[in-house]
């Protein structure tokens, strides 16, 4: 069924999510229209009706979506009922702040480990994480059976470095490296470039 619906509504899916925690615990709201979490999001209340309608009845007219409910079955829906271990590959500045980030916790994923191949990295402490070295990444990646790696390196180093990766069975890399990746089917990845963003919102700036 997941190689069905469209990539680009499921990534829609932890928006709503999002939205929705805040409007159950931030408003302390119970129930939720389609048309209200879509003024919120500036998403199109058909647009969000057609999303979910993907994956079941989730609300009634006229009464709109519990929201509690709703949540439950996005986590559901995106495996999010379980938190999965993650490994972090580079421990330089972006990795130290991804490794200190507090935003993972009870949101479905866990950095359990980092990696990286500079010997003055090696052995230091972050966020109560002991830096690895990629040398021990496939007997810890694959003894821990983890699937989900964040990459945060060098662009020259990133494409060898997600070889590894799929090599000791990585099945979701999050990149934050400047490049695009060539991955094996079956494997994906997604890209987080600030400077891509920025790029594309000076489109819309007046010079």
Excluded: C
Aim: proline share 4%.
């Amino acid at each position: 069924m997941a190689d069905e619906i469209p990539d680009i509504v499921i990534g829609r899916l932890p928006i709503y999510l999002r939205a929705l925690t805040h409007l159950g615990k931030g408003l302390e709201k119970t129930t939720t229209s389609s048309h209200e979490l879509g003024q919120w999001l500036g998403i199109s209340s058909a647009q969000i009706r057609k999303d979910l309608s993907h994956f079941g009845e989730f609300g009634k007219q006229g009464t709109g979506y519990n929201i509690n409910y709703l949540v439950e079955q996005l986590r559901q829906i995106l495996h999010l009922e379980q938190e999965w271990s993650v490994i972090l590959v580079g421990a330089g500045n972006i990795g130290h702040a991804l490794a200190s980030y507090q935003g993972f916790a009870h949101r479905g994923f866990s950095i359990q480990w980092i990696f990286d191949n500079d010997p003055q990295k090696i052995g230091q402490e972050i966020n109560s994480l002991t830096v690895q070295s990629v040398s021990s990444l496939q007997d810890i990646t694959q003894k821990e059976k983890i699937k989900v790696a964040i990459l945060a390196v060098p662009a020259s180093t990133a494409q060898s470095l997600t070889d590894q990766l799929v090599q000791v069975g990585i099945e979701s890399i999050l990149s934050y490296a400047p490049i695009n990746l060539k991955v094996p089917e079956g494997v994906r990845v997604r890209y987080n470039d600030p400077v891509i963003q920025m790029q594309r919102m000076a489109y819309y700036l007046e010079p």
